[in-house]
């Protein structure tokens, strides 16, 4: 099996390392042509919760040739609709593309390569690109773990190629509702990561600050309701039914809920969140996939997402140079909280 990590940046760098060195067939596809040097030249160097050096083989997507059975797609959301000739030049014909990035990707790649060539996983392991042909695995060790679903209507065999693929590094348990899945970490994503990268810092933070972790409430609060007003049936993910764990309509039943939160996020507090490191390398960041996709469904349904649209303005004001990395900023949800 020919195998394309398609966007080599963080989790890439890890997956296509840990992949070589596990005996795959796999190329790391960069458009940074040093970091695709540094790959060729000296290896993959991993850092962290894995401490590896693995000879890899790494591409610009220009030197891309032949065809791929399994293609990991790991570029930011943002980057799919450029990405798309190249997948659909590139991909077997009964091959598959697995994204693996945050938000709801699958439906712009169904439309271009047709449903049953294309599965979603989510990642809940944090990563972090440290420097030419380097990245840094973050721990908890609990975090390796994939979940991997195939498109409604499509035969869920053809996700046997990603599964076993995906094992070589760390166990990938398939899910039936790819969707309910995807709105499960697009909790964690609306919550946490993008609090963190408003105040700047680890997903913890949100967690520790009291002021903030209330906010992430009322911004799960939000999504849930939005997902559940589109139909969708949250999957568990990290070992919990978030809606069920979170529910309260009392402000004794919120105390409750926010005193459980820490634990129930554990895994992401190490984790330095991916839009973090945009804003701070003034890249685009993937604000309109997540929390901004929150908003646009809650419009689309009729429901009202203020504490999500609030965040959304604040990641854009960050990212316009407008303001700064802030805890403070927790003053501008103050008039949503109820007293
Ligand atoms: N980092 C993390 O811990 C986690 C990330 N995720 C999700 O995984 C996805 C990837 O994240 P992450 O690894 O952090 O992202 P990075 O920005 O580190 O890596 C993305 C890579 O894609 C490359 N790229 C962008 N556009 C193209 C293109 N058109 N063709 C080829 N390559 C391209 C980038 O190259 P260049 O540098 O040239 O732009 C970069 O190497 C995102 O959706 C993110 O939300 C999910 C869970 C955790
Ligand atoms: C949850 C988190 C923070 C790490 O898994 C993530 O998804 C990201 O960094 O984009």
Excluded at 303 to 315: E, H, I, K, Y
Aim: charge should be neutral.
């Amino acid at each position: 099996m020919r195998a394309a990590v398609y966007g080599a940046g963080a989790l890439g760098t890890v997956l296509g390392a840990a992949l070589t060195r596990s005996g795959a067939d796999v190329e790391l596809v960069s458009r940074d042509q040093e970091h695709v040097d540094a790959l060729n030249r000296s290896g993959a160097r991993i850092t962290g919760l894995r401490e590896w050096t693995v000879p890899v083989k790494a591409c610009t997507p220009q030197q891309m040739s032949g065809r791929y059975d399994v293609i990991l797609l790991l570029t930011k959301q943002m980057a799919n609709t450029a990405a798309l000739p190249r997948l659909a030049e590139h991909l077997a014909p009964d091959g598959i593309v697995c994204a693996l990035q945050n938000g709801i990707p699958e439906p712009e790649l169904a439309a271009a390569l047709g449903a049953d060539r294309v599965a979603g996983g989510v990642v809940t392991w944090n990563a972090v690109r440290i420097g030419a042909g380097q990245a840094r695995l973050s721990p908890p060790e609990s975090s390796l773990h994939f979940k991997i679903g195939s498109l409604p209507g499509t035969d869920p065999r053809r996700l046997d190629p990603v599964k076993a693929l995906l094992e070589r590094f760390c166990p990938a348990e398939p899910v039936e509702d790819l969707l309910g899945l995807r709105w499960s970490k697009l909790l964690i994503n609306a919550a946490l990561s993008c609090p963190a990268s408003i105040l700047g810092g680890k997903c913890g933070a949100v967690l520790e600050d009291a002021r903030w972790r209330r906010i992430a409430l009322y911004l799960l609060r939000e999504c849930i309701a939005v997902g559940h007003a589109a139909g969708v049936k949250f999957e568990p993910v990290q070992g919990y039914d978030y809606p069920a764990e979170l529910a309260f309509s009392t402000l004794r039943e919120e105390q409750q809920v926010l005193a459980k939160m820490p634990e129930l996020f554990a895994r992401n507090a190490p984790a330095v969140p991916s839009m973090l490191l945009d804003l701070q390398k003034k890249r685009p960041c993937e604000i309109g996939a997540l929390n901004g996709f929150v908003c646009r469904t809650g419009l689309e349904r009729g429901v009202p997402t203020p504490f999500n649209d609030t965040a959304v303005r604040l990641v854009r004001e960050i990212a316009a140079g407008e303001k700064t990395f802030s805890p403070e900023h927790a003053v501008e949800f103050a008039a949503l909280l109820p007293e």
